[in-house]
T-cell receptor, first 113, second 113 residues
Framework: AQSVSQHNHHVILSEAASLELGCNYS??????LFWYVQYPGQHLQLLLK??????LVKGIKGFEAEFIKSKFSFNLRKPSVQWSDTAEYFC???????????FGTGTRLQVFP | EADIYQTPRYLVIGTGKKITLECSQT?????MYWYQQDPGMELHLIHY???????EKGDLSSESTVSRIRTEHFPLTLESARPSHTSQYLC????????????FGSGTQLSVL
């Protein structure tokens, strides 16, 4: 069965620090990969997605993620975080032709000024 | 055990029928959400509620309607189902106070013939 693991449950950073949130999935076939973000008091939003092509995907607000097929990973990165990046971040995976989106358990990011 | 439940898991129905997708959570969460997802694609928010008697439309226009008469219950209704409504519908909830972490139901896969 497909599964998604986010190993960092809670990350605390100072502004301008670099960020990398881990995401690993288990599925042997072709996958679509997503990172979602939920800011305090708001609903879930799509940060970026990978379907095919360049494994380095750039999203909104300076975020990027790299798909490494051999490691079954899709880590989220940002070179310099801001206080406004404080949020919950969810990694999600779907296989190419199924109806189900599998979410990780989420990583709570707190950025202090 | 506190959780969020969606029924039915799968629904195949003919055009023109009225359907209601059920969503209940036992965590006492104030916020509840309905998302729509096409196979392999990202989620789109179609409805949300911040408490009893509060409902709002989401980012994606939908012909469905919702109600929030009780905190734990957030059903979604389609008055007259059409093939274009075929999709996966995911319900989620989160606590208004502090932690914004989302909890997802297992989803309802709707097929309208």
């Amino acid at each position: 069965a497909q599964s998604v693991s986010q190993h960092n449950h809670h990350v605390i950073l100072s502004e301008a620090a670099s960020l990398e949130l881990g995401c690993n999935y288990s599925y042997g076939g072709t996958v679509n990969l997503f990172w979602y973000v939920q800011y305090p008091g708001q609903h879930l939003q799509l940060l970026l997605k990978y379907f095919s092509g360049d494994p380095l995907v750039k999203g909104i607000k300076g975020f990027e993620a790299e798909f490494i097929k051999s490691k079954f990973s899709f880590n989220l990165r940002k070179p310099s975080v801001q206080w406004s990046d404080t949020a919950e971040y969810f990694c999600a995976v779907s296989s190419y032709n199924t109806d189900k989106l599998i979410f990780g358990t989420g990583t709570r990011l707190q950025v202090f000024p | 055990e506190a959780d969020i439940y969606q029924t039915p898991r799968y629904l195949v129905i003919g055009t023109g029928k009225k359907i209601t997708l059920e969503c209940s959570q036992t965590m006492g969460h104030d916020k509840m959400y309905w998302y729509q997802q096409d196979p392999g694609m990202e989620l789109h928010l179609i409805h949300y509620s911040y408490g009893v008697n509060s409902t709002e439309k989401g980012d994606l226009s939908s012909e469905s309607t919702v109600s929030r008469i009780r905190t734990e219950h957030f059903p979604l209704t389609l008055e007259s189902a059409r093939p274009s409504h075929t999709s996966q519908y995911l319900c989620a909830s989160s606590d208004r106070r502090g932690d914004e972490k989302l909890f997802f139901g297992s989803g309802t896969q709707l097929s309208v013939l």
